[in-house]
């Protein structure tokens, strides 16, 4: 606490191009960690590349057993994917190569996201005001847990799922699916880091709801319209099949709900905010109004009391 005030008091001095010195270390530092993490991941080649990045292609994966087994208690065979019929190739000599440097820089920055995060976090509180402050607070947490919830949604749901329709689409049987390994790796990415950042609706939500930009009754009245955006989004995002896109498609639609009863409770808290911001500046006017009124009458004693005088005098004077 004494160390945020300390920091607070010193950048109230600051100039520009202390702000973008500022600015600099924050970069540095998070770019130090991502590098760090990198690598680590690089160095952890069995285990990043032979059993994460490679992970989805295998049929003894998490998410196939596990369809495996509710295929089996549901009775239904076709959860069960036992073949993939596919193999991976690298077709350039730097293939492989320059693939581990993308996976490991990837992983990386995933598992740095939430330091990377609280350094951008630290380097923007400063400027906000003590309100934006309080209801801000717990981002960094919310943030960072919403984008591994997505970033787990996409690697062992819609990951998998997508390299299993893709693998078993054939236009002839004579077709052989060889994928390149540039192709299979910037596929797995692309699915894992748009689940990651399509699950931050919520935050987004909460800040445009914050700032007042958009409310819950806006947004209901939207919905529609949203829902063709999500869909649109997730074709965008995922290969083409109805299957990936429905997958991202409904947890996004769960979001932006939950976006909606968020913005709703901060109308709420707004309200009532308001409310009782009201009552206090009735009850200062009403105060007001009362030493006013006190303020007159004593003023008016002293002119009471000197027409009591001029009267004296005046009998006197008949006297």
Not at 39 to 62: H, R, Y
Not at 70 to 83: H, N, P, R, T
Not at 120 to 134: A, T
Not at 175 to 201: K, P, R
Request: some cysteine; charged content about 20%; hydrophobic content about 45%.
């Amino acid at each position: 606490m004494a160390l945020d005030q300390y920091q607070e008091e010193e950048e109230e001095g600051m100039s520009f191009l202390d702000h973008l010195e500022a600015l600099r270390w924050h970069l540095l530092r998070s770019v130090a960690a991502i590098l760090i993490l990198s690598i680590i991941a690089f160095l952890s080649k069995s285990i990043v590349f032979g059993m994460v990045i490679l992970g989805p292609s295998k049929v003894d994966f998490i998410t196939y057993r596990l369809l495996c087994d509710l295929g089996d208690y549901m009775g239904i065979a076709a959860l069960c994917i036992d073949e993939l019929p596919f193999t991976i190739q690298s077709r350039q000599m730097t293939g492989q190569f320059s693939m581990h440097m993308t996976s490991s820089f990837v992983v990386g920055f995933v598992v740095a996201f939430p330091y990377v995060f609280w350094e951008f976090w630290r380097f923007i509180s400063p400027g906000l005001y003590d309100q934006e402050k309080n209801a801000a607070r717990g981002a960094v947490f919310f943030v960072s847990l919403l984008f591994f919830m997505g970033a787990s949604f996409g690697y062992f749901i819609l990951s998998p799922l997508s390299i299993n329709f893709l693998s078993n689409y054939q236009l002839d049987p004579t077709i052989l699916n060889e994928f390149d390994i540039g192709s299979y790796v910037t596929t797995l990415i692309m699915l894992v880091m748009a689940s990651a950042i399509m699950f931050q609706l919520p935050v987004v939500i909460y800040f445009l709801s914050m700032s007042g930009l958009v409310t819950s009754s806006m947004l209901r009245a939207y919905r529609r319209h949203a829902i063709v955006v999500i869909l649109v989004v997730a074709a965008i995002i995922t290969p083409p099949d109805v299957i990936s896109q429905l997958l991202i498609g409904m947890p996004i639609l769960v979001l932006y709900e939950a976006g909606i009863s968020i913005a709703k409770r901060l109308e709420k808290k707004r309200a009532i905010k308001e409310a009782e911001e009201q009552k206090k500046d009735a009850e200062f006017e009403r105060q007001e109004r009362e030493s006013e009124q006190n303020l007159t009458k004593e003023q008016s004693k002293p002119s009471e009391e000197e027409k009591k005088d001029e009267d004296d005098k005046n009998e006197r004077f008949e006297d």
